[in-house]
């Protein structure tokens, strides 16, 4: 177990609607990165919360939102979801162990567009 | 774009053989290249990793290594046992984070 927490962990829906992931990062940890994985696409960089604040940018589209609160959970706000949306998302927290820097993965939310 | 080149995409070895996966980059301003498994259904895990300003780096069976100037980098993995064949992820990581496409590795009993 990383200490990364997601919900919900399987999501169900139709083109169009809108869905919202959340992440909890481990106890300390600031940062929040999310990921997309497609069988395709491989894992995707989509955006990264420090604090708070967005401190990086990946291929993440507009139909797509993310924001981090002050309590630094963070939530991922997919809209007018296509077939395309169906992915793996992973959230992430970062800090720094024993080898250096290290990111934690959370279990991931399976999200399928139907 | 700016990417990761990851190669092979699926690589089966026997057990007890090496197995080695190579990334390329191109944004020079990645400067943290770290190695990521994932298993079927689980989350990627950290595995080993290597900073620019170092040329190999080896934990038991597992290295990297870092050509900073070719930009490119490499995973490898000594006296494979059944228990490494899953994806392996490369990243480079600077002021953006990339990754490559996976490699899926089978080691046969």
């Known amino acids: 177990d990383s200490g990364v927490t997601q919900t919900p962990k399987h999501l169900i829906t139709a083109t169009g609607q809108r869905v919202t992931l959340r992440c909890s990062p481990r106890s300390g940890d600031l940062s929040v990165y999310w990921y997309q994985q497609s069988l395709d696409q491989g894992l995707q960089f989509l955006i990264q919360?420090?604090?708070?604040?967005?401190?990086a940018k990946g291929n993440i589209l507009e139909r797509f939102s993310a924001q981090q609160f002050p309590d630094l959970h963070s939530e991922l706000n997919l809209s007018s979801l296509e077939l395309g949306d169906s992915a793996l998302y992973f959230c992430?927290?970062?800090?720094?162990?024993?080898?250096?820097?290290?990111?934690?993965f959370g279990p991931g939310t399976r999200l399928t567009v139907t | 774009g700016e990417n990761v080149e990851q190669h092979p995409s699926t690589l089966s070895v026997q057990e007890g053989d090496s197995a080695v996966i190579k990334c390329t980059y191109s944004d020079s301003a990645s400067n943290y290249f770290p190695w990521y498994k994932q298993e079927l259904g689980k989350r990627p895990q950290l595995i080993i990793d290597i900073r620019s300003n170092v040329g190999e780096k080896k934990d038991q069976r597992i290295a990297v290594t870092l050509n900073k100037t070719a930009k490119h980098f490499s995973l490898h993995i000594t006296e494979t046992q059944p228990e490494d064949s899953a994806v392996y992820f490369c990243?480079?990581?600077?002021?953006?984070?990339?990754f490559g496409t996976g490699t899926s590795l089978t080691v046969i009993p």
């Open positions: 992430a927290s970062s800090a720094w162990g024993d080898r250096g820097y290290e990111q934690y």
């Open positions: 919360y420090y604090n708070g604040e967005e401190r």
């Open positions: 990243a480079a990581i600077g002021n953006q984070f990339y």
